[in-house]
């Protein structure tokens, strides 16, 4: 693991996450799902105002892995202070999957994987997780529905 210097732009771009929520899974950058949360958070880990969150944990995998990004040069460049566009050009020169018809079809499969169709380690964690930490009635059609209630997007 590399050390990573922190610029006072990135300083600025962070959320505090221990006050606000990480944009939704379902939100694009660079023309993926899931990569503006993984954005949020590894800017947050980075200026030590994450919380709860972290980088680099099995949703931020789907999108890193899928894209073909490693986490490592992802961090090292969002230390910079890249703005969110600047953030998306990165991701396009190097993302190992560029081919847009497949992007939308993996955004497309991610946006609406139920919670039957997780693996099954993640069907167990849900399982006892939904109950606990969503509010009670809540209604999970897809598995990005349990972020959005949880952080109060959707009711």
Known sequence: ??????????????????????RSPREVLGGFVIAG??????????????GEYHFN????RLFLDFAGID????????????SDEEVCAWVKEHA???DRTEIVKWNNQQRYTTIKELPE????FMEDYIPEN???GSIVYHWFDVYDIEEKRIK
Do not use: I
């Open 1 to 22: 693991m590399t050390t990573v210097t922190v610029s006072e732009k990135l300083k600025t771009l962070a959320k505090d996450l221990t006050k606000d929520y990480p």
């Open 37 to 50: 949360r993984t954005l949020d958070k590894c800017r947050a880990v980075l200026n030590g105002t994450a």
């Open 57 to 60: 944990c099995p949703l931020d």
């Open 71 to 82: 986490a490592d040069e992802f961090k090292a460049y969002v230390a910079t202070g890249a």
């Open 96 to 98: 190992k999957q560029q």
């Open 121 to 124: 380690q993640l069907q167990l």
């Open 134 to 136: 969503l509010p009670k």
